[in-house]
């Protein structure tokens, strides 16, 4: 895999581009999400953030150890229209790590479950540094029945440096697993930022990405995700698979993301889109 191009970068608005004047901003927002500005006042849109989202971590650079240091920030309840806007919020879960983003093979962040059992997309930037262990970016949900247990939802990498990603589905004779591997491997000696992604369809197929382009695809004809009753975890899954390395800006939504969001939102940061020191 290549390096990513920006390596330092700081965080800017997502419109509301300014030459003179001011660019108005409501208290329901962080940034303006809208308008371009020659003189005067910018129109702003009316859209939260970070609607459609069930979570967006941050996770940032340096903490004291203490929920609130991944700075989770939630929109208006699924982004339905005709909903009043929200604040970004912290969602709180357990944290389990001293400080910063690292996660040291033992440390992990635990959030609060969701329902969604559709369409379901997450995204996340990742610096690995444990090579040739099985380990994990993210789960989602682990179900133990008589029949065996469900992890509806992973993203990780393999002993053999490769990306993997499984959804697990409701079969109509039980549960079926998806499993895709990366074509591209992680070289040993690869100390960079990557942006991974795992997009499932309901009754379409499933997706992997490194950096904006597709690894793997297969189709999958089941509609409903496994039943998820425990934890969604950001560096494991329920006691085992903890990672090694860094992450941030993990995301995750109850819609299928397009090819051409994904290279969107990696190119953002990583490509031609804005270039910011």
């Not at 150890?65 to 005709?82: L, M």
């Not at 369809?201 to 793997?216: K, N, T």
């Not at 903890?242 to 995301?251: A, P």
Request: glycine share 14%.
């Amino acid at each position: 895999m290549t390096c990513c191009g920006i390596q330092t970068y700081t965080e800017i608005s997502t419109g509301g581009t300014l030459g003179s004047g001011t660019v108005g901003i409501t208290t329901n927002f962080e940034n303006a999400s809208g308008g371009i500005l020659g003189s005067g006042c910018a129109l702003v849109s009316t859209n939260n953030l970070y609607d459609g989202y069930l979570g967006i971590f941050h996770l940032i650079e340096q903490g004291i150890g203490v929920p609130t240091d991944y700075f989770n920030s939630t929109g208006s309840a699924d982004g339905q229209a005709g909903l009043p806007p929200l604040n970004p919020i912290q969602v709180q879960g357990s944290l389990f790590w001293p400080t910063d983003n690292l996660f040291n093979g033992g440390q992990y962040v635990s959030t609060p479950i969701d329902s969604t059992n559709g369409d379901y997309s997450v995204t996340l930037w990742a610096k690995i540094e444990g090579m040739y262990l099985n380990r994990l970016f993210f789960s989602r949900g682990k179900t133990n029945t008589q029949t065996g247990e469900g992890v509806s939802i992973t993203l990780g990498h393999t002993a053999g440096n490769q990306i993997v990603g499984t959804v697990q589905v409701v079969g109509a004779s039980g549960w079926n697993t998806y499993t895709l591997t990366s074509i591209a491997t992680v070289d040993t000696a690869d100390t960079c930022w990557h942006h991974f992604g795992l997009v499932f369809q309901s009754g379409v197929g499933v997706w992997l990405y490194i950096d904006g382009v597709e690894q793997a695809t297969i189709t999958v004809v089941e509609t409903e995700l496994v039943p998820s009753t425990t934890t969604i975890n950001f560096g494991r899954v329920i006691d085992y698979g903890y990672f090694v390395g860094e992450m941030e800006e993990i995301r995750y939504l109850p819609s299928a993301l397009s090819a051409e969001w994904i290279a969107v939102e990696y190119a953002n940061i990583c490509g031609d889109i804005y270039t910011v020191a």
